[in-house]
């Protein structure tokens, strides 16, 4: 298929396909070489043309229509080389759409699951019939099978005919060609539901000499008074179609007689003008039903359909619809959009071409009127719709990401699948893993068999080499190698702990209790905090012995490590931390969670240290807090607001902004230039790289928390972060 509605120029002047030339074409190599089903693909051709011609669609469109069956026996590259690449391509599109009665067939009957189906299949042939006349040959190839059925007393399988209701009869009603909805739905509906068919038919039949009499009687009366009304208008008896009048009686719940618009007459005028005139004559010989008059002249419908619409209360008392339009409404009411090729034969190769690129206009407006409907996201423009629909091989639908790949595939039916995903098959055809996916494809994924060693490849990370273009996929891959570093980590940091353990010959300890020690939720925590350096060797001994001397009853929880010295040691004569009720108090800043104004803060007295200051809500200090609670004691940061200075020496304070990030050359040069333009001065860096993950602990100096705000927020959107924070 092309990749989107283009129609060359080059192609418009040119001379158009030989439709008889190729319906021969096709005889010679369907008819008389032993092969049932190729010469009914060959009579199915002659009747596909037939009908096309009816619609007025250009050679090109009806050359492909006597082209499109049997693929085994005219193959594209032979088609192309006799017929030209724009009959080449409307072919394959035919051969493409006709993969979703495949779909169809497994469509189940419950009502949700149908109706999501079905959504479903009106969308992807939208996705994958960019050139309308693809649409012409797929509706009147469908008409030509009904119609062969109906002829010949034979039942098709169900699947054509729930299809046709469900999907090919409304994108004819979509695109305004009334006279194949019309057909398509009442020759499906005899072949879903024959009984209820018959039974209609049968209630119709009874009353159809009464009915036809009436319109008669009413047409004659009507054409009277248009005549004295000087308005020339041609007149006729409006049919009546079953499946519409079944859908009303179910819908509605009304019975064969309580159903208005059965009998019916259409009126055809010259102008427009004369469309309101007619309305007039029409309400002065009938009483009108306000209700259900409809004005489509001044309120076109979406589909570009224009008619005046009105239901009056004749002498017997009972309904008649009556619609009234112009010539060229009524041809595009037939027509729908093919009309602007079917009137147009007198017109200049470039006028016919304007006609087709308005034609393929209407149809985009369609698909993106549906996308919308739909709640989809998917941009429709000159370039075709962002979304592409390929099919497992049993069938089910995957919407991706226009230009997705065998490996966008794969993660999207199953993650599983996706790491273990080694090669994929398209249309039964070995491809590389980085070839952009079509609508209408069938993908086939080789995998590695489960519990194998492997995964996925660092290569598919690589947005040059092409292997994932989607976002979904993409982080599942990243997703896998952070649990796989992860892994890694954890045993990593098991080990460290054992050998402390083992070093300090207190190896009866629980490791459990060891965490819970230091502040961490699980063992995972504690190991990966133990491999990233996070938590040195220093605090793994301090809290093994704490735990040792504790269960020898000997000895309390380690106080957690504080600042070197006391904050009004470090920065002048008296600092900015009080202590209620206490004065001259030593006071330090601990460093698990390194307070700085205005942060909530309390206090613990040490033994020996003075008072270590807590941000409220620290882990160490909810610990300390619930073993010894008496030695809790309330602290503030008294009257020395942030940023002010006592003499010329503000006051600063260490904290700490963690971090993490896909690894990438220059990311920390790209995260200190923030720093240097948000002038926050850095006082130590600690990085870590594994694989594709950067893991970064920045130690800066501020006069106040609140500076790190807007800091945070530059480095979050430095290309490559995925989370910064302070710590």
């Known amino acids: 298929m092309s990749a989107g509605p283009k129609l060359e120029a080059s192609q418009a002047d040119a001379g158009e396909p030989d439709v008889a030339a190729a319906l021969d074409y096709a005889r010679q190599r369907l008819v008389g070489v032993g092969d049932a089903a190729a010469a009914r693909a060959y009579e199915h051709a002659l009747g596909t043309v037939a009908i096309l011609e009816e619609l007025g669609v250009d050679a090109a469109a009806r050359t492909a229509g006597a082209l499109f069956g049997a693929p085994e026996r005219l193959p594209l590259s032979q088609i192309e080389a006799e017929f030209g690449p724009e009959v080449r391509r409307l072919v394959d599109g035919m051969r493409v759409l006709r993969k979703l009665r495949e779909i169809h067939r497994q469509v189940g009957e419950d009502p949700q699951q149908r109706a999501s189906a079905v959504e479903t299949l009106r969308r992807m042939m939208l996705a994958m019939a960019l050139d309308v006349r693809v649409v012409l040959i797929r509706l009147a190839s469908r008409l030509q099978t009904l119609r062969r059925h109906a002829r010949d007393h034979s039942t098709p399988e169900p699947s054509i ?71 020339s208008a041609e007149i006729n008896g409006r049919p009546k179609h079953l499946y519409s009048i079944f859908n009303k009686m179910r819908g509605k719940g009304l019975s064969l007689p309580q159903i208005q618009d059965l009998r019916g007459l259409r009126v055809i005028v010259e102008t427009v003008d004369d469309c309101y005139a007619a309305l007039g004559v029409i309400h002065g010989l009938w009483r009108a039903v306000p209700s259900e008059y409809d004005d489509y002249i001044s309120r076109p419908k979406s589909n570009g359909y224009r008619s005046l619409h009105t239901v009056v209360i004749a002498e017997d008392g009972r309904a008649l619809e009556v619609q009234i339009r112009t010539r060229e409404m009524h041809r595009f009411a037939e027509y729908g959009v093919a009309s602007h090729w079917r009137y147009k034969e007198g017109s200049s190769a470039g006028d016919r071409y304007d006609d087709k690129i308005a034609w393929l206009r209407q149809l985009l407006a369609w698909q993106r009127e549906v996308g919308q409907s ?125 050998r402390v353990l083992q070093r300090e010959g207190r190896t009866a300890i629980k490791l459990d209790d060891l965490a819970a020690a230091l502040g961490y939720p699980g063992l995972e925590a504690l190991f990966l905090a133990v491999a990233r350096e996070e938590c040195g060797p220093r605090q793994l001994e301090t809290a ?20 070197e010295l006391p904050l009004r040691q470090r920065r002048g004569a008296s600092g900015p931390v009080l202590v209620v009720g206490v004065d001259s108090l030593l006071t330090q800043l601990a460093k698990c969670c390194r307070a700085a104004p205005p942060d909530p803060i309390a206090g613990f007295v040490t033994r020996g240290r003075g008072v270590s200051v807590h941000r409220i809500g620290c882990p160490t200090f909810e610990r300390l807090r619930e073993r010894h609670p008496e030695r809790v004691i309330e602290t503030s940061w008294g009257d020395l607001q942030p940023g002010r200075t006592r003499g010329d020496k503000p006051n600063f304070y260490e904290m700490d902004v963690g971090v993490d990030a896909s690894d990438r050359p220059g990311l920390l040069r790209d995260i200190s230039e923030v720093f240097a333009k948000q002038r926050v001065n850095v006082v130590a860096v600690k990085t870590q790289s594994r694989a594709d993950r950067a893991r970064m602990r920045f130690t800066v100096e501020g006069v106040s928390a609140d500076e790190l705000t807007p800091v945070i927020a530059a480095i979050a959107r430095v290309d490559g972060v995925l989370r910064a924070s302070r710590l």
């Open 544 to 563: 093994v012995r704490a735990l040792a001397d504790s269960d020898a009853g000997t000895h309390e929880m380690p106080e957690p490590e504080a600042a």
């Open 161 to 231: 005919g729930r299809e046709t209701l469900d999907v090919i009869a409304p994108l004819a009603n979509r695109l305004g060609l009334w006279q194949l909805k019309w057909e398509l739905e009442d020759l499906a509906f005899r072949f879903v539901d024959p009984q209820a068919y018959r039974a209609l038919a049968r209630q119709l039949e009874e009353k159809r000499l009464e009915r036809e009499q009436f319109v008669e009687q009413a047409r004659l009366r009507l054409e009277t008074q248009l005549a004295r009304s000087h308005i």
């Open 374 to 498: 739909l709640g989809t996201a998917a941009a429709v423009d000159g370039a075709g719709d962002a979304r592409i629909y390929v099919l497992t091989p049993h069938g089910r639908v995957i919407e991706l990401a226009r230009d997705a790949t065998p490996v966008d595939f794969a993660y999207h039916v199953h993650t599983d699948l996706g790491h273990r995903c080694r090669g994929a098959r398209v249309d039964g055809a070995m491809v590389p893993l980085t070839t952009p996916l079509q609508s209408g494809q069938t993908v086939e994924i080789v995998a590695a068999k489960a519990g194998q060693a492997g995964g996925p490849s660092r290569d598919w990370l690589n947005p040059a080499l092409g292997y994932v273009r989607t976002g979904r996929a993409r982080n599942k891959v990243r997703q896998w190698y952070h649990a796989l570093e992860t892994e890694r980590d954890a045993a990593q940091g098991r080990e460290r702990v054992e």
